[in-house]
Nanobody, 121 residues
């Protein structure tokens, strides 16, 4: 059993920045991929960015150089630095991770509870 907890969301004005954090907990053996997804009101959940254990990254087109994903393997933590935020970035942001954990070393596709990001003037 594992848990993911996001933090760092909030209300900001257009052009400002936020830094989201995601911490994985449990008896963790490995985390192959950590990623960020978002879901705006009335829309489907979409990939924002993801990063592998080897630090290979993948970004959605709408990031356009504004967002950066990173991870601290020693702390089982992923970050999403969001710069030049736009109103259309408003959404609930979810952390996702593929985690090998527990006595039997099972593989879990884990999701956090989400953190609200609102960009408004």
């Amino acid at each position: 059993q594992v848990q993911l907890v996001e933090s760092g969301g909030g209300l900001v004005q257009p052009g400002e920045s936020l830094r989201l954090s995601c911490v994985a907990s449990g008896t963790i053996f490995s985390i192959s991929v950590m990623g960020w997804y978002r879901q705006a009101s009335g829309n489907q959940r979409e990939l924002v960015a993801r990063i592998t254990s080897g630090a290979v990254t993948d970004y959605a087109d709408f990031v356009k150089g504004r967002f950066t994903i990173s991870r601290d393997n020693a702390k089982n933590t992923a970050f999403l630095q969001m710069n030049s935020l736009k109103p259309e970035d408003t959404a609930v942001y979810y952390c996702n991770a593929i985690i090998e954990a527990g006595p039997a070393r099972r593989v879990y596709n884990s999701w956090g509870q989400g953190t609200q990001v609102t960009v408004s003037s």
